[in-house]
T-cell receptor
Framework: GEDVEQSLFLSVREGDSSVINCTYT??????LYWYKQEPGAGLQLLTY?????DMKQDQRLTVLLNKKDKHLSLRIADTQTGDSAIYFC?????????????FGTGTLLAVQP | EPEVTQTPSHQVTQMGQEVILRCVPI?????FYWYRQILGQKVEFLVS????????KSEIFDDQFSVERPDGSNFTLKIRSTKLEDSAMYFC???????????????FGPGTRLTVL
């Protein structure tokens, strides 16, 4: 079955690194995504990783994928107060008629000044 | 920058009433989606739509739900007879294609909060 799990809450100090973790169960997942949701706003795609990669870096964001353990993480370097939001990981399977996303529960990141 | 818009931002309705949630996807996109998020729970896939027909739907999307693209710009979700458990945030999304990754990413609207009393 398809299931994606995340820890619910993370609190960090401004300037520290944040690491948000996610586990998934579907071994046929092709793409794994990180979305950000700010209050009152929609889901904004931050970054994604293809399943044949194990790391992707994009400015302050680093995504690590351990396909054997089905574990995905998002590291935010030099976390700022503007990074406070809910972060969702999501997975999808390529090649289907649609690209439906299976989301995790979301992790609320609170950045303390 | 193009964006997905949704109206209304908040809808309050009585149990048993019909509601229509509206979305305007990004204009050159071909694939359209509805997701919902019950308060405190996961974002769940409801339905995907392409070429004027449903391409996939979840178990949640029962006979009470329907989708339509009545013209070239709107994409609507109708709930015929709302139940208390339909109270949730409903997100519309659109994409240019279905192969994952950037270029075919799903762009989400800000959501409509539906409250069923």
């Amino acid at each position: 079955g398809e299931d994606v799990e995340q820890s619910l809450f993370l609190s960090v100090r401004e300037g520290d690194s944040s690491v948000i973790n996610c586990t998934y169960t579907d071994s046929s997942s092709t793409y794994l995504y990180w979305y950000k949701q700010e209050p009152g706003a929609g889901l904004q795609l931050l970054t994604y990783i293809f399943s044949n990669m194990d790391m992707k870096q994009d400015q302050r964001l680093t995504v690590l994928l351990n396909k054997k353990d089905k574990h995905l993480s998002l590291r935010i370097a030099d976390t700022q107060t503007g990074d406070s939001a809910i972060y969702f990981c999501a997975e999808s399977r390529d090649g289907g008629a649609t690209n439906k996303l299976i989301f995790g529960t979301g992790t609320l990141l609170a950045v303390q000044p | 920058e193009p964006e997905v818009t949704q109206t209304p931002s908040h809808q309050v309705t009585q149990m048993g009433q019909e509601v229509i949630l509206r979305c305007v996807p990004i204009s050159n996109h071909l694939y359209f989606y509805w997701y919902r998020q019950i308060l405190g729970q996961k974002v769940e896939f409801l339905v995907s739509f392409y070429n004027n027909e449903i391409s996939e739907k979840s178990e949640i999307f029962d006979d009470q739900f329907s989708v339509e693209r009545p013209d070239g710009s709107n994409f609507t979700l109708k709930i015929r007879s709302t139940k208390l458990e339909d109270s949730a945030m409903y997100f519309c999304a659109s994409s240019a294609g279905t192969s994952g990754g950037l270029g075919n990413e799903q762009f989400f609207g800000p959501g409509t909060r539906l409250t069923v009393l």
